[in-house]
């Protein structure tokens, strides 16, 4: 499974890629809101961010609400740089304006995914990826797991070829908030996690890690002072 980072955050991004298994980046606009970012900036920092992940598929999202003003928006946001994926919501709109794009060879990532139907609906308008949302559920106290299972199994069941230009739809597990959000969608076969900055350095580290890595610097220090 592949790890994306869910910021709009150019310092996170550049922290999490230094790291060297980053894949991928989503933002959304409560994201780039949270930056501190302006509407007038936003088509400059989703730029920004596609420079900064050269070659790494980065979702940047339509805030259009209609068909049309969606494929308008989804043209500009892909015609800023060959690794922008145009992010779109499931509904009928988001759904026309992902066949429209899709037919233009340009890549979906149709979010607000809650269940295995409007899964399918998105592979069939031809998105390239598909998120489904798990923390959301639980907010709720529903079982978020138990719906990605369901779009996982559903997805996987069927081939994808010629419904979008790389002939395959991947899973981004979205709204991650824990590592065993992450764990649970990697025993699913999920594709990808998508984790916010924090979750994913919750990823990185571990009490017992860290208790090694604090025993082994004491021990070193000793063989040090005996040298
Ligand atoms: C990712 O593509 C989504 O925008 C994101 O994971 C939503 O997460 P949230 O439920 O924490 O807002």
Redesign the pocket.
Known sequence: MKFFI?TADLDEIAEAKSWGCLAGV?T?P??YARTGGKLADFEPHMLKIAELCEGLPV?AESTATTAEGMIEEGRRLAGLAPNIVV?LPVCEAGLAACRALADEGVRI?M?LVFSAPQALLAANAGARYI?P?V??FDDIAQDGISQLADVVACVKNYDWAGRNVDGEVEI?T????TPNHVTQAALLGADIA?V?FAALKKCVRHPLTDQGLASFEADWKKVVEQA
């Open positions: 869910d989503t959304n409560s994201l979702s992010k990532n979010t998120s949302f923390g959301r981004i979205a709204s991650v908030r998508t916010p």
